[in-house]
């Protein structure tokens, strides 16, 4: 995306389409997700060349998909997925009752389940 793009006043009108999207992300380094969704504007530039912007609340930003950073630590190992994984994830850790808890071997405390827990299985095991 060219920087002159994202500085012409007006530019926002001038798009030839909008696309909605939106994401969950996961921080490998913290363990900490959010949800971002984004309007990602297609535009032409003088020459007649196509380029996108991505805008998220209302700020021009960087493609969420070229080197996302985690919002809690700047970390850049962040897993991006689908919408509604994060939250989802989320919300089952804040259902009314007692927090889940994986059996305990003998003289161990039961573990209760943080986010952190829940995003194990997208750390990659070492080969």
């Known amino acids: 995306m060219s920087e002159s793009a994202q500085q012409i006043p007006g530019l926002r009108d001038a798009a030839t389409g909008v696309v909605h999207e939106s ?14 969704s984004y309007e990602i504007e297609h535009h ?13 609340d209302g700020r021009v930003v ?16 962040v897993r991006i997925m689908r919408a ?3 939250s989802s994830a989320q919300n089952s850790l804040r259902r009314p009752g007692p927090a889940p808890a994986v059996p305990a071997q003998a003289g161990e405390a039961p ?4 986010l952190s827990d829940l995003l194990h299985v997208f750390h990659r095991k070492a080969v």
């Open 44 to 56: 032409r530039d003088g020459d007649g060349q196509e380029f996108v912007r991505y805008v998220a």
């Open 111 to 114: 573990h209760h389940w943080q």
């Open 62 to 77: 960087p493609s969420p998909l070229s080197r996302p950073a985690c919002q809690n630590c700047d970390g850049h190992v």
């Open 84 to 86: 509604g994984r994060v």
């Open 23 to 36: 994401y969950s992300f996961a921080c490998m380094r913290c363990g900490h997700g959010w949800e971002q």
